[in-house]
Structures are given as structure tokens and as C-alpha cells.
């Protein structure tokens, strides 16, 4: 009897082979909501916003790990580890939430995607806002959301522009670091309100859902990957994983945060434009490195993170709903065979179609749904610490006390910033 061979130990991937969920959803956060309120920021306030993007990162990076930690662990979403320790009325409250903030977000995503393709085409804003509303569903209802988005992503590379201007704008670095470090905090309605829409559209809700979602869906997808409740064995790997993928996927999202708010600081602010109203203002930006290309490139970057998010943005709401009624869901699945999920789906791309035709302002609609997000994911984070930290949920692998007290200061940071904006708003 010949002897076998010893098998050959598994190499391991390199790291950025481990990138997956988080990198796709630091990617969708630089959507065309994000894109418009840190150019905002940047135009209306110069370098002092820039603060909040790295303020925000280590925040960011510790909820989103909880979320997907929550997935890994558990082989369930959001919404199902909500049910097994609120009361029902909170779980539907919070699903309830989570749709209209990302109804929303659809609506202010495709009215600045269309109003972006008039800046290079010509033509009605509104015939270009239902095309990429129709193409978008049909995407998601007839292609596996893994499938398009290998190229999609390939679209938010244009958001790189951000990164040349900041160097072919002459920009004052040390004024720019020590502005950065040590703002000038303006205690007005404005500037306040400005921070919590970058808040919002940093740490928004439907990254939360989506995150925690698709590492289930990963372990669906994958023979060999089980919930780490019942496979210890893979617990070391996966949260390696989990935090690689965590760290880049935020880092990337960031970091053009960080660029988009300098780019507009440098060239708008500094050449006295302090309030956009347009978005043909908003490409002004991209002029000193893309001149007269600067409203395709863009076009480019407000259309490919659109098309990035939008699945995310109805995906996450899908999911959450489809929990709630138990029926089946995902994204991968074909739609002969999860009807109800996309009918969920569908109805959150329609309603959204029907806000973004409704003559909306686009870079205020934009900005104004980061603000709502901002509102909306105080208590959502709240759920989320919890579930994190509840061993019935995650046995012994709850959230580590240091991202347990940096998703804590998150959830605090928003409601501490929500606060102060109501209150300058009724003082």
C-alpha cells in the first residue's frame, strides 16, 4: 500500500487578499452624498473640517468592526442578533430608521448622479437620474452583486484626482497639518451642522447592516467558512481577516475624505467660493489638475460611487426588512428564487427614483441626507454596542475592550454632535 503524500500546509493569502466586505464598504462611503458634504466642508470652512475625517477613522473602523464581527461570529445579520434581545417594537423601530435614512440617501445619490451626467452630456437631469436608477436595479435584480462590483470599483479610482489637486494646488502644507490638528471651531449653526453631516456621511447606518450582511454572506458563499460560534478552530484567521479588511476599507474611504476637504479647501475656499450650490461648482475643484476635463472626471467619481453604493444602500434595507418577514434574501441568490427580498429592494430604488425627480437641490439634498444619517445612527450604534458585548450572542468572542471603548466614544461623539446641532439650531 503506497503512502500518501503529507499534505502541504495551506499558504496563506497575502493581505490584500484578505480584503472583501470592508474594502467594498469604505468604498460605498465615498458616495455622492459623501463626496458632496467634504466638499462643502472644504469650500465653507477651509481647512478646519478636516479635523473630523481623522477623528472619525479609529471610530469608524471600531463600529464597523463590531458589525462585522457580529456577522462572522454569529452567521447571522443585524436585524436577526437585534431580535434575539430587544423587544420587538425596538428592532422594528430601528429597520424602520435604517429605510427611511437610506431612501433617502438613494434619492440624493441618483439626482446628483443625473445632474453630474448633464455636466458632460447635456440634456435633462432627470432622463439621466431614472436611466441609472433602471440600469442600477438591473444590476442588482439580474447580476450577483460580487459579479459587477469587480468592475464598478475600478470607477472610485477617479476620486484619486482629489489626492493631485491637494499637490498641484500649491496648497500651504503646515497651515493645512496645523489646521488640521489644531482648527479654528466655529460655534455656529452652520459649522456645527457641516460636522455632523460629515459624521453622518462617515459613519452612516446602512454601512453597519451591509458590512455585517455580507461577511454572512460570505460564509454562505464559502464551502469551508462556518459562524466562528461553532468553529473555533477558524476564529484566529477570520479576526485577522476582519481587521485587515476593516482597517483598509475605512483607511481608503478616509483618507479621499481627508483629500476631497483640502482639494476644495485650497481651490474653492480659497478663491472665495464658501458655499456650493451646484455641482458644476463642486467639479471647480478638479480644474487645476483635470482643466477642462474636470467636469467628465467628476462626473466620473460621482457616477461610479453612485453605482458603487446604491446596491448597498437597497441592499442593507433589503436585508433588514426580509429579516423582519423572514423571507428568503441575498443578493446572490437569482430573483425567480428571493421574490419578496427584491420587491423590498426594488420598492427602496422607486421611492428613491421618485425623491431624486422631485426638483431637489442636488449638492443640498446630498448634504442634507448625511445630516439625517448623522441623526439616525445614534441609536442604531447603541444596538450594535450592545449586541457586540452580549457573550449569549457571541460566546467568547464579544467585542476586545479597546474597540468596545473606541465604539462606545463613537456612538458618543455622534450623539454629543447631533445634540450640539439641535441646540444651535433653537438657540
Avoid at 442578533?81 to 430601528?94: D, E, S, Y
Avoid at 447635456?122 to 450577483?144: D, H, R
Wanted: charged residues 15%; contains cysteine.
Amino acid at each position: 500500500m503506497v503512502a500518501r503524500p503529507p499534505k502541504k500546509p495551506k499558504r496563506e493569502l497575502p493581505w490584500w487578499g484578505k480584503l472583501g466586505p470592508g474594502l467594498i464598504t469604505g468604498a460605498a462611503d465615498d458616495d455622492p452624498s459623501g463626496i458632496a458634504t467634504y466638499s462643502q466642508g472644504g469650500a465653507q470652512f477651509g481647512f478646519n473640517v478636516a479635523w473630523t475625517v481623522l477623528f472619525t477613522y479609529p471610530l469608524m473602523v471600531a463600529i464597523q468592526l463590531a458589525s462585522a464581527r457580529i456577522g462572522r461570529v454569529t452567521g447571522r445579520g443585524l436585524t436577526e442578533n437585534f431580535a434575539r434581545f430587544c423587544p420587538g417594537w425596538i428592532v422594528i423601530g430601528l429597520v424602520a430608521l435604517l429605510v427611511v435614512a437610506n431612501v433617502i440617501n438613494i434619492g440624493a445619490d441618483l439626482n446628483a448622479m443625473g445632474a453630474s451626467a448633464v455636466l458632460v452630456l447635456g440634456g435633462s437631469p432627470v432622463v439621466y437620474t431614472l436611466l441609472f436608477g433602471i440600469v442600477s436595479l438591473s444590476l442588482q435584480v439580474f447580476l450577483p452583486y460580487d459579479r459587477y462590483v469587480r468592475i464598478l470599483k475600478w470607477l472610485t479610482l477617479s476620486l484619486l484626482a482629489y489626492v493631485g489637486v491637494a499637490f498641484a494646488a500649491g496648497i500651504d502644507w503646515i497651515d493645512a497639518l496645523r489646521s488640521t490638528v489644531l482648527p479654528r471651531v466655529h460655534w455656529s449653526k452652520e459649522y456645527v451642522t457641516t460636522v455632523v453631516a460629515i459624521f453622518g456621511t462617515t459613519i452612516s447606518p446602512y454601512l453597519f447592516f451591509w458590512q455585517a450582511d455580507q461577511e454572512v454572506e460570505e460564509i454562505k458563499r464559502v464551502t469551508a467558512d462556518k459562524p466562528l460560534r461553532s468553529a473555533p478552530e477558524q476564529v484566529r484567521s477570520q479576526v485577522r481577516r476582519l481587521r485587515i479588511d476593516t482597517f483598509v476599507g475605512m483607511g481608503f474611504s478616509n483618507l479621499i475624505a481627508f483629500f476631497i476637504i483640502l482639494a476644495t479647501a485650497a481651490t474653492l475656499h480659497a478663491h472665495g467660493t464658501t458655499n456650493i450650490e451646484t455641482t458644476s461648482q463642486a467639479a471647480e475643484a478638479l480644474k487645476p489638475i483635470a482643466g477642462h476635463f474636470a467636469f467628465l472626471l467628476f462626473a466620473a467619481g460621482v457616477v461610479g460611487t453612485g453605482l458603487l453604493a446604491l446596491p448597498v444602500l437597497a441592499g442593507s434595507a433589503a436585508y433588514a426588512v426580509a429579516t423582519l418577514f423572514r423571507v428568503r434574501k441575498g443578493l446572490d441568490r437569482p430573483w425567480t428564487n428571493a421574490k419578496a427580498f427584491y420587491a423590498i429592494l426594488g420598492a427602496a430604488m422607486v421611492i428613491g427614483l421618485l425623491i431624486s425627480v422631485s426638483g431637489l437641490n442636488p449638492i443640498k439634498a446630498l448634504y442634507w441626507s448625511a445630516v439625517i444619517n448623522a441623526v439616525i445612527s445614534v441609536p442604531i450604534m447603541i444596538v450594535v454596542m450592545v449586541a457586540a458585548s452580549r457573550p449569549e450572542l457571541m460566546n467568547d468572542l464579544v467585542l476586545p475592550t479597546p474597540w468596545k471603548l473606541l465604539g462606545w466614544l463613537a456612538t458618543l461623539a455622534m450623539a454629543t454632535a447631533t445634540l450640539a446641532m439641535f441646540w444651535t439650531m433653537l438657540s
